[in-house]
């Protein structure tokens, strides 16, 4: 299943938007603060996948069931970039565990690897996991950190979250992952570069969240 929040007109539109254009992106708290919108609103869509379970509420004039989440999701976000947006999961799932995974990339005039240098998660043996990187690119630093994180157990199902896509990376991701997952991304662009950036994407997450990096 692929959710892309951009098919329908809404005002995260906005919020992506803003997180596009270049003159706005010289604000760093605003961009932060985008980041972080569209994962609320990515985390509220993607909670209507989950599974739940009727609970009873006492209130001061009766009794009330409602539907809540029959187990918290396992939140997996990769440093640096997903930070922002990672926390607009957890101000959803405020009781989820979390995990981090360090991961960069390296790049010559003829390949690009990534290194995977910090893993930390709980047991993933049964859960449903999310995984929270912001730019979809080449799909290879989702696909190794789904490797790594494996050796923690296998999840029920994987959720993989991104701001931006680029084609090549969803193809990478079908063909790659051999367990069941989810893709959801606030927009699918047209194309990665030669520099396997995303066109037209929004530049450098990172980056724009906390300054250069040497």
């Not at 299943?1 to 596009?20: K, P, S």
């Not at 997903?82 to 959803?92: A, C, E, K, R, S």
């Not at 009781?95 to 790049?107: L, N, P, T, V, Y």
């Not at 990187?133 to 994180?149: E, K, N, W």
Request: some cysteine; aromatic content about 10%.
């Amino acid at each position: 299943m692929i959710f892309i929040l951009n098919d329908q007109d809404t005002i995260a539109n906005q919020f992506l938007l803003q997180l596009r254009d270049a003159g706005m992106q010289q604000d760093r708290m605003r961009f932060r603060k985008n980041m972080e919108r569209l994962g609320e609103i990515m985390a509220y869509e993607l909670s209507k996948k989950l599974t739940y379970s009727s609970h009873e509420a006492v209130t001061p004039l009766g009794k009330s069931r409602i539907n809540i989440l029959k187990e918290q999701p396992v939140m997996i976000t990769i440093l640096r970039a997903g930070l922002p947006f990672f926390q607009g999961f957890m101000n959803f799932f405020d009781q989820a565990d979390s995990g981090f995974i360090g991961a960069f990339r390296k790049e010559d005039e003829n390949h690009l690897t990534i290194k995977l240098e910090y893993v930390a998660t709980t047991s993933l043996e049964g859960k449903t996991v999310i995984l929270i990187d912001p730019m979809l690119a080449t799909g290879r630093s989702v696909a190794d950190s789904v490797s790594a994180i494996l050796r923690n157990g296998k999840p029920y199902h994987l959720h993989i979250v991104s701001l931006v896509a680029a084609p090549e990376g969803i193809a990478y991701l079908k063909k790659h992952l051999m367990l069941p997952f989810s893709l959801w991304t606030c927009a699918v662009d047209e194309k990665l570069n030669d520099q396997y950036y995303i066109v037209p994407g929004l530049g450098d997450a990172g980056d724009l969240s906390y300054g250069t990096k040497l």
